[in-house]
């Protein structure tokens, strides 16, 4: 049974950072599972794409709000994805969910997601 299970959110000021983890059980990839990604949802809002890193190869894939200001990365080793935040603003507050199964920017392409974890950006 795949677990997912992020941690590495808080409350941060505006311009600060955060890393995100989200560590993987019971994942083994496959011709299904080709790579992993973070998603957020902001209160009343719909869940939206934010990266994703291809199992083999590392590639990266991000939604055009956050280049060059969040890098995904993955220790394959460690079944461990991570998202360094860097520069946040108050439009990055969501609770944030790690997802494995696909590099897509579409939510139901992926099959297993963690619990989310709480993103807060004061101004």
């Known amino acids: 049974q795949v677990q997912l299970v992020e941690s590495g959110g808080g409350l941060v000021q505006t311009g600060g950072s955060l890393r995100l983890s989200c560590a993987a059980s019971g994942l083994t990839p496959s011709r299904y599972v080709t790579g992993w990604g973070w998603f957020r949802q902001a209160p009343g809002k719909e869940r939206e794409f934010v990266a994703a890193?291809?199992?083999?190869?590392?590639?990266?894939y991000y939604t055009d709000s956050v280049k060059g200001l969040f890098t995904v990365s993955r220790d394959n080793a460690k079944n461990t994805m991570y998202l360094q935040m860097n520069s946040l603003n108050p439009e990055d507050t969501a609770v944030y969910y790690c997802?494995?199964?696909?590099?897509?920017?579409?939510?139901?392409?992926?099959?297993?997601w963690g619990q989310g974890t709480q993103v807060t950006v004061s101004s």
């Open positions: 997802a494995t199964g696909s590099t897509s920017d579409r939510a139901d392409a992926y099959g297993y």
């Open positions: 890193i291809s199992w083999l190869g590392g590639r990266t």
